[in-house]
């Protein structure tokens, strides 16, 4: 079936650097794609998102970049801390079907 | 706050058993998705419904079933338990349409023992 994939399952970063976590999906008829912050022992957070007809979005400090051409997806967070420590999973919706698929998720790690 | 409540937060029982977890959504919000995440694992996708219809099956168990009833909330039951299902489970609401993204509640952590 359709998936969604990481490249790198764990990433660290210096305090203060920016980060970049990237995202593979496989379904080129996904419409919606979103970014979740997941925490220990907690739910998965929205961070982001962004359509299908879009190709960047910015938050605070979060920028979402899409290329539609290579099916990739990326999540740049701006002047890390230590608060952004979490497993981060990308997921896409297919509007025709409903569904939402996960990634497997990058534990991203903060180091002071 | 993600505003979707889930109870219980943990859960402790023996192999055989069966289980209920149920899930609140935000006000408003029509669907309700039920998913798995075992350790250190990404998150499976059980079940969804929407105003009280099944609306999609993902990698559910038979030993599963789950139902959403007419004030939207939701419930899981698990039956028959394995030490295999032990794993959080979230469930997440979605006002039911348009580019939204779903809201988590903070899970239920099931133990098999």
């Known amino acids: 079936g359709e998936s969604v994939g990481l490249h790198l399952p764990t990433l660290s970063v210096q305090e203060g650097d920016n980060s970049i976590i990237n995202c593979a999906y496989s379904n080129s008829a996904s419409d919606y794609f979103i970014w979740y912050k997941q925490e220990s022992g907690k739910g998965p957070q929205f961070i982001i998102d962004?359509?299908?007809?879009?190709d960047k979005r910015q938050g605070q400090r979060v920028t979402v970049l899409l290329n539609k051409t290579v099916k990739h997806l990326s999540l740049q967070i701006a002047a890390t801390q230590p608060g952004d420590s979490a497993v981060y999973f990308c997921?896409?919706?297919?509007?025709?079907?409903?569904?939402?698929?996960f990634g497997t998720g990058t534990r991203l790690t903060i180091i002071p | 706050d993600s505003g979707v409540t889930q109870t219980p937060k943990h859960l402790i029982t023996a192999t055989g058993q069966r289980v209920t977890l149920r899930c609140s959504p935000r006000?408003?919000?029509?669907?309700v998705y039920w998913y798995q995440q075992s350790l250190d694992q990404g998150l499976q996708f059980l079940i969804q419904?929407?105003?009280?219809?099944?609306?999609a099956k993902g990698n559910i168990l038979e030993r599963f079933s789950a139902q959403q009833f007419p004030d939207l909330h939701s419930e899981l039951n698990l039956s028959s338990l394995e030490l295999g299902d032990s794993a959080l489970y979230f469930c997440a609401s979605h006002r039911g349409q348009g580019s939204s993204p779903l809201h988590f509640g903070n899970g239920t952590r099931l133990t098999v023992t």
């Open positions: 006000s408003g919000d029509l669907s």
């Open positions: 997921a896409e919706i297919n509007f025709g079907n409903e569904k939402l698929t």
């Open positions: 962004i359509r299908s007809n879009m």
């Open positions: 419904y929407y105003n009280g219809e099944e609306r």
